[in-house]
């Protein structure tokens, strides 16, 4: 399925069932993705997640209800989904800036958040470079933390950066770049696909495990923290990201849904994608982005 075709019926699907309890799982379902990938997808595609765009609408509309209407605080919060009026009542007032309370007095200033439209425009003529690699399976060494799934593409959030942060001021991945010689102490970021009816992914900080890697114990190092990270075999498009800092991994994800996936005939499949920080990148480089994708 083309994005454009992916992404029209995902919002036809939210905008008929905007009062019924939906989240992006069940529009998941609905364009035939599992949720990990649908919601990377969308978020990367319409620049926000999809449960994010499924509140932003309905705090829209109940500010258009209560002005509109004057109807009760308690109605509007139930209709809209939310458990309590005191819940609705804080999301409303981080959106919209004022209280519902304030919304049924007329000359009170709301926010507007209309219904994604998508509208065909030209594209392409730039260059974007990438590489088709196929990976054998392949052992990694790394610290590892859950994540849930609603940072993805959320540019407020900072948990994984902030982990890449700690691991370097409390030096915890000096012990694994120590098994690798110089030139070749490489970083890997490591980022499951979420498994089914979970709400959270992995994500690991590690080193890869090859003839290169020095001689390591598995027990000293997996009962400091360590885990041993597994992949099969897997074909991947790599594209560098070039850049200061994580803005530039969003960039090329956005570029490989809108750009690659519609021209070059493959699809993103439920296995680990992964950044490669190099000991020695080339200049203006800050990693390497590899996806694991197959033929449509």
């Known amino acids: 399925m083309e994005w454009t075709t992916l992404l029209q019926k995902a919002i036809d699907y939210m905008e008929a069932h905007m009062l019924e309890k939906i989240n992006y799982e069940d529009v998941a379902g609905q364009v035939n993705m599992s949720g990990y990938n649908f919601h990377r997808t969308f978020s990367f595609m319409a ?7 499924i509140r932003n609408r309905r705090l829209s509309l109940a500010g258009q209800d209560l002005l509109a209407t004057g109807q009760k605080v308690i109605d509007a919060a139930y209709k809209y989904g939310y458990d309590s009026p005191e819940s ?11 209280s519902p309370k304030m919304a049924r007095i007329k000359g009170t200033q709301l926010r507007l958040f209309n219904p994604l439209v998508i509208k065909i425009t030209l594209e392409g003529g730039l260059v974007m470079d990438y590489r088709m690699e196929e990976m054998k399976s392949q052992k990694f060494i790394a610290l590892v933390r859950e994540f849930s799934n609603e940072i993805i593409n959320d540019e407020e959030n900072h948990e994984i950066p902030d982990f890449w942060t700690e691991c370097y001021v409390k030096k915890l991945v000096e012990p694994l770049r120590s098994l690798r010689p110089e030139g070749k102490k490489d970083l890997y970021g490591l980022c499951s696909p979420k498994k089914e009816n979970e709400t959270t992914f992995r994500y690991g900080i590690g080193i890869a495990l090859d003839e290169d890697t020095g001689a390591w114990e598995e027990s000293s190092l997996t009962a400091a923290g360590y885990q041993i990270w597994e992949e099969e075999p897997q074909t991947y498009v790599v594209f560098k990201c070039f850049g200061e800092d994580g803005s530039s991994i969003s960039e090329m994800w956005g570029k490989f849904y809108k750009e690659f996936v519609p021209q070059m005939g493959y699809e993103a499949v439920d296995a680990t994608d992964y950044e490669v920080y190099y000991e020695n990148g080339e200049p203006g480089l800050f990693c390497e982005l590899w996806i694991p994708v197959r033929r449509k």
């Open 88 to 98: 609705f009542s804080k999301a409303f007032t981080r959106f919209h800036g004022v």
């Open 47 to 53: 620049g926000m997640t999809a449960n994010e765009y």
